[in-house]
């Protein structure tokens, strides 16, 4: 059993890549909240979306995010009314949040929900989110607090952050099942995510970072710095801006005390001695998945 | 000046009907919001939107509710999910409450949202929900107390009723303008809705009976009943199983205390001296509204 602690986008593509090298139901997702929010009256969580999607065979490649097929009736005439239009909803997505919003009015939790949904999708991987408690990571700019999608989303990530935490983390538990895979994986892996935005706010939740931190030798992390960039999103503006080395070295010193692995792309080859130095063992090879073979070297590599 | 009481599709019909004899501008609907609703998260108002949508000349004529040019993505998509999808919410109609929703969430009231969506949509009338305030019409069943859209729509008003009552009518207040209306109105109409479960609503906000009484000389009522049945809906079942007589004297005897004239269909004319006795002045036309030419005709007789 391997556990996955995970944002969206990149874990999304190496959980689906573990598909190929082991037997799905061995699998745990720890999902981030941090970024889910409350639009229209409307729960929307989209890093638990995105797995789904992803693992489901839903997710849309063009846009990057969302559902294959989506329409956009609904957020067209939502405009055209003067609505909030700037977070886009698709049609079919509306009904995941739909969906999720009047279970919550009967009593579930976010993790009942999340298991429903990957069951009606045939999502054969646990899907856990970190914690059912209130979660908001939040980016203290020039323009005051913003919440993850304010930021991410209606700022397009393009404005400076001063500092992030992660409101609620304090008083949250972790959801049920959450410690336990933690203990009883064989292997923990940190995804390709967003140290500070993605993997922080699990790391927040009471228990997790030490429970990690007592699985250290166990703990993989896959940089998502590759040749001192990020793949995607805002990764590599937030380490600069908040203080940390823009590389695979930065990124490992910010996971040292969680993680004793990190696999670095092999285009960071020579930044391997100074990881090492930190403490930290280090693997090589291709970690951008850029196709289905890539994919799959990077699933073996993690899990050799 | 003339208010109109109003339920949802015989009310909407009737304002329209008036668009051809007066100023829009001089027309006010004050508007029951007993059957208002939430649902996955989302604030919806089917009296509000219906009279909206109609008064926009947006009205779905096939389906007799919603929005024309309609569209079932999300719906269909939450159906696929297992999820409550028995209230069907177009994609178009689904803008709506997210409108409505967001924008409840940043303290805007009922009203606020009335006055903003008819705005919108080109409707010149004034819309007023009856109250802000939780107002909801509880139907007492074998089946336990339903919601209005659980026993309208759900159980397709399929199912005998023992009572309805009114949820928050003794603790809520009338929304701004509403009793100010009704003092000043040169004529006050009661729409052809149902009277028990439209209508009554209405009258159980504190202030508005008493407003009503003390106007009775100018308060007029159009007939839901002709010849024994109602033309939509279940108001003769209800006036049956709640004891009344399923007639146009019945809903006279029931509007008695708060209104001096009512209209009845040409072809209830041999229950007018039966009305009369009751201290009713009788008006007798047409009140279908089959046509352009009947809902004219309808409209300026109740204004004569």
Redesign the interface.
């Known amino acids: 059993m391997i556990v996955v602690l995970s944002g969206g986008v990149g874990a999304a593509r190496l959980l689906r890549a573990f598909e190929g090298v082991m037997n799905r139901d061995e699998i745990t997702a720890i999902v981030n909240v941090g970024d889910d929010l ?6 929307i969580c989209p890093d638990l979306d995105t797995i789904t999607y992803t693992l489901a065979g839903l997710n849309n490649e063009e846009l990057g995010w969302g559902l294959t097929g989506e ?1 956009w ?3 067209d ?2 405009d ?5 239009a700037w977070f886009r909803l698709g ?2 997505d ?6 999720r ?2 279970r ?2 009967r009593g579930a939790t976010k993790s009942d929900v999340a298991a ?2 990957a069951h ?1 999708h045939g999502v054969r991987e646990r899907l856990l989110p970190v914690t059912n408690d209130p979660l908001a990571t939040i980016f203290v700019t020039d323009q005051g607090d913003l919440s993850f999608q304010e930021y991410f989303v209606r700022h397009r990530h393009g404005i400076p952050v001063h500092s992030v935490r992660f409101a609620g983390a304090e008083q949250c538990s972790p959801a049920p099942g959450v410690l336990e895979a933690l203990r009883e994986a064989d292997r923990i892996v940190i995804a390709p995510s967003n140290p500070l935005i993605s993997i922080e706010p699990l790391l927040s939740v009471p228990g997790v970072r030490e429970e990690l931190r007592r699985r250290r030798r166990d703990v993989i992390a896959v940089s998502p710095i590759i040749a001192g960039a990020a793949l995607k999103g805002p990764a590599d503006r937030l380490l600069r801006e908040l203080g940390h080395d823009v590389s695979c070295v930065g990124v490992a010193r910010y996971y040292r005390e969680v993680c004793a692995t990190i696999v670095i792309d092999e285009l960071d080859v020579d930044r391997r001695a100074e990881i090492e130095e930190l403490g930290l063992s280090v693997r090589t090879t291709t970690t951008i998945m850029a196709n289905r073979e890539h994919a799959r070297a990077l699933a073996t590599e993690v899990l050799a």
């Open positions: 409350t639009m229209h009256g409307l729960t329409t009736r609904v957020m005439e939502l055209a009314l003067g609505g909030e049609d079919r509306l009904a995941t949040h739909l969906y919003t009047e919550f009015a429903e949904l009606r």
